[in-house]
């Protein structure tokens, strides 16, 4: 890279490498939060944090995180940060880029002997990707109060989520009182984990909203019978509505997926009874995951969906119970301000850059839900994620946490003259 930037690309390479060499045998990159391995990664980290100088703990929510005092401590604490564990099979650089970029902004500001005037800290969240036990963003949610109480009983390997909180250095009790007032503004550098940079050979993309995620289940009811006597014209296979419907939703989200925001639709589970091959098909339960940057799609496409499905009960002479929605978040806007001292900062390093919407869930949805915070991304090769095959420039990540590094010096001034006139530009 022929930029002259403030941080150290090898450095950034070198602790990339280190932790993709912690990974389960035969199955690269693979560090699932709980496991010894993840304690391993962040071992790693830990370390290479202290040798930057930052003062490391582990939260309630068993976060690791890594501090730098600023000049002016009360003004509150801008943070930095993403996740280390991995989904399997696929994590050499989804979360840890953005672990390892928020780390290179720390040494690259001590390199420099800058002080901030307020705290830094970069954070290792716990469990952003589904974990163990069938929930995701456990360390983003815990650091700000907001894990459901009762997620602490789900158990997996026969203890509780409570327990492996507590095993990786938590204080599961405290979760329901944790807050963080303190918190100033955060931002995350993540992998795009789609084509969009790639393709239109761009260098960040700054992050207007991470989109809504929608869950809705459906059921389909038709008539068991043998499928070798029952003539065709008397049956009522479930399994045919629900192969329409999926064909359905997809040309839906299709068209939807045309307006300006960001939306798609995916049937990602699919459970058919009796599942035998000479019986016709009685049940169906397939599983919808729908994600939408503007909420209105959203419930544009629940609209269209409730009434679709009593006309293909009535086409296919079938049962379909209402849709219902399992789980059901918002969308989170980024920042406009730290949006502005994104786009700023790309501008002073020379990056090319364009707004987008992330389809995927990231930590900073939640973060943002008690601080301003914004996130950009870096290309990856053919957008491919949660794969072996995933891969980002080395590059590019560093152009990144330049990126990074120029909007902190930014906020810190920024936030500090909101502090002393009493304005915020978010």
Known sequence: MSRNLPVDAGRIAGDIEALAAITEPGHPWTRRAFTPLFLEGRAYIEAQMKAAGLETRIDAAGNLIGRRTGRKPWLGTIMLGSHSDTVPDGGRFDGIAGVISALEVARALSDRAIELDHDLEIVDFLAEEVSIFGVSCIGSRGMTGQLPEAWLSRVSDGRDLAEAIAEVGGTPGVLAQQKRPDIAG????????????EAEREDIGIVTAISGITRIEIAVEGRADHAGTTPMDRRADALVAAAQLVLDIRNAAAELAKMPGHFAATVGEFRIEPNAANVVPSKVALLIDGRAEIRADMEAFCRWLDGHVEKLADAYGVTIKPPSRVSDNLPTPGDAGLLSTLEAACIRVGAKHRRMASGAGHDTAWIAKVAPAAMIFVPCREGRSHSADEWADNDDIALGAAVLFEAVREMDKDLTREKADGTHTG
Do not use: R
Not at 186 to 197: A, D, N, S, T
């Open 186 to 197: 955060f931002l995350e550098l993540h992998i795009e984990q789609g084509p969009v940079l």
